[in-house]
């Protein structure tokens, strides 16, 4: 995949993000993608940060939106290449403090493999 492809794919990630749209966002992912989080560490130790394939990630985000309906990403800067996209962006909550967020997504064949997320 090209730079540009990724990124869109990124763009597509934001959107479906920002709908809580959990069927529009899991298409984004092949179906044994890994995703790691500081956040899982914390909400779920058993799993030390890293969680496997979509039935896990579909848990983990419905999750999300269920508890912070108010869930929204704010798109800052967008940098890829043809394997990975570097996402930076602000977290907003009602009622928390924004909290600036990097990630990583790894594509391949034009589906997210792998992610991890870097608070700041």
Known sequence: MSAQNNKQIALKWFEAFNA???EKLLSLYDDNA???SPKLKVRK???QGLIKGK???REWWQDAFDRLPSLQYEVIKLTADEEQVFMEYIR???GEEDLSVGE???IKNGLIIFSRVYHG
């Open 20 to 22: 809580h749209d959990l």
């Open 34 to 36: 890994q995703h790691f």
């Open 45 to 47: 130790p058993e799993t």
């Open 55 to 57: 039935d896990a990630l």
């Open 92 to 94: 907003h909550v009602e």
């Open 104 to 106: 990583v997504l790894q």
